[in-house]
């Protein structure tokens, strides 16, 4: 049947043919810039994931805090740099591995409170590309760092490596994770973490094939089924990038039966703990301290 401009109309659907064309030109233009936005993800994964914040954002030089300034090296040359704060009578040494969006200069205060309230030589140091630490930040290389700086604790502490208390918060949890597969380490503690990076961008970015296009993986959830150490590990309740349950799930595949999982009831996955949470730090750092005597 015609129609006054020209165009067809099919005499069962009654649907001008002429509309077919635009839907294809327009679905097509949707698929381009899906696929647009998928090889710009694809490609701007290490910066998404590792934003590496440098010198000199934050207070590089607080004359409030008592420190050593350390430089050491990477497995590959890379040059890195961290803060130790030394105590005179260490219950433990912690190594403290920050999170995506941190720094040394940034997570200063943290270091310096739990020296003081734990009584522990703490060591906090900058992944490759953050801070004053060269080079630019991917999985291998961040792990490959924090390994770098145990290493560096160990022989300063002169603690066994297994001795040594691994802290980490969100990515930082991962890189503590990742330690304790290496070192079989008797106590980790885990803040605001996940079972794997690519099970957190799937719940973030559910309209995009992410299993299959990432790269990283930081699979903390398959290395911490073999820790059989202490582990405390704590989560808040509204935590907008990495869920509670996600967090859960890292803690039930963790096989020791020495752990311990706090929920902190309206916070966020950046907000401070509670007053209280050092107080059960306390109590984990004296339990790893008793039981070593």
């Not at 089924?225 to 309740?237: D, E, W």
């Not at 890292?250 to 916070?267: H, I, P």
């Not at 703990?273 to 070593?292: C, G, H, K, T, V």
Request: hydrophobic share 40%.
């Amino acid at each position: 049947m015609g129609t006054a401009s020209g165009a067809t109309i099919d005499s069962k659907t009654g649907v001008s043919g002429s509309k077919f064309p635009r839907l294809r030109r327009l679905l097509w233009s949707c698929l381009r810039i899906y696929l647009v936005v998928l090889l710009v993800l694809f490609l701007l994964e290490n910066k998404l994931i590792f934003p590496a914040p440098r010198f000199p954002s934050g207070d590089w030089e607080p004359s409030w805090l008592k420190y050593e300034d350390v430089s050491f090296a990477s497995a590959d040359g890379t040059k890195l740099h961290g803060w130790y704060l030394d105590h005179p009578a260490p219950k433990a040494y912690l190594l403290y591995c920050h999170g995506n969006g941190e720094h040394v200069a940034y997570v200063a205060p943290v270091a310096a409170e739990l020296r003081s309230r734990l009584d522990v030589a703490v060591f906090v140091f900058d992944y490759r590309g953050y801070g004053r630490s060269e080079g630019s930040a991917n999985e291998a290389g961040v792990l490959a760092d924090a390994r770098a700086a145990h290493h560096w604790l160990v022989e300063r502490s002169g603690v066994a490596p297994d001795q040594i208390v691994l802290m980490g918060r969100s990515v930082g949890g991962a890189v503590a994770v990742d330690l304790a597969d290496q070192h079989a380490s008797r106590a980790l503690i885990l803040e605001s973490t996940f079972t794997s990076m690519p099970d957190v961008a799937a719940r973030l970015h559910w309209w995009a094939p992410v299993r299959w296009l990432m790269r990283t993986q930081l699979n903390s959830a398959e290395k911490i089924s073999r820790f059989h150490g202490s582990l405390l590990q704590s989560h808040g309740a509204l935590d907008e990038l990495v869920s509670l349950s996600n967090g859960k799930q890292l803690f039930d595949a963790a096989q020791t039966s020495d752990k311990e999982f706090l929920v902190f009831e309206g916070l966020g996955h950046n907000d401070y703990p509670p007053n209280d949470y050092y107080q059960r730090l306390q109590e984990f750092i004296d339990r790893f301290s008793d039981a070593n005597r």
